[in-house]
């Protein structure tokens, strides 16, 4: 079974740094890949990052280099680094996850997903 739930979401002030985590209480998802994405007031969800279970990473663009994904197997989660905090990146985050092996930025291949957790940048 599957069922992701993120935490770690707030409000914050820009240039704050704040991790996002995704556990699942069910099966390992060591062989799973996981993603986040976003969804920002009024706008689309939108792909973050994605790393599969060999730690391929992949980014969107206007994230490369501050925002971090990495996964911890044995406790069974994933995180978001988000460093230098942007007004822009006040978003829902959503948690996300595959039993397919690459790492997808569109949303068509991700089964599982979480409620999301609410970040809020305040400038």
């Known amino acids: 079974q599957v069922q992701l739930k993120e935490s770690g979401g707030g409000s914050v002030q820009a240039g704050a740094s704040l991790r996002l985590a995704c556990a699942n209480s069910?099966?390992?998802?060591?062989?799973?890949?996981m993603a986040w994405f976003r969804r920002a007031p009024g706008e689309e969800r939108e792909f973050v990052a994605a790393?599969?279970?060999?730690?391929?990473?992949s980014y969107a663009d206007d994230v490369k280099g501050r925002f971090t994904i990495y996964r911890d197997p044995v406790k069974n989660e994933a995180y978001l680094w988000i460093h230098i905090l942007e007004p822009e990146d006040t978003a829902v985050y959503y948690c996300?996850?595959?039993?397919?092996?690459?790492?997808?930025?569109?949303?068509?291949?991700?089964?599982?997903w979480g409620q999301g957790t609410q970040v809020t940048v305040t400038s």
């Open positions: 069910g099966r390992s998802l060591s062989s799973f890949t």
């Open positions: 996300a996850a595959t039993d397919a092996g690459g790492t997808y930025s569109t949303e068509g291949p991700y089964k599982f």
């Open positions: 790393i599969n279970y060999r730690g391929s990473t």
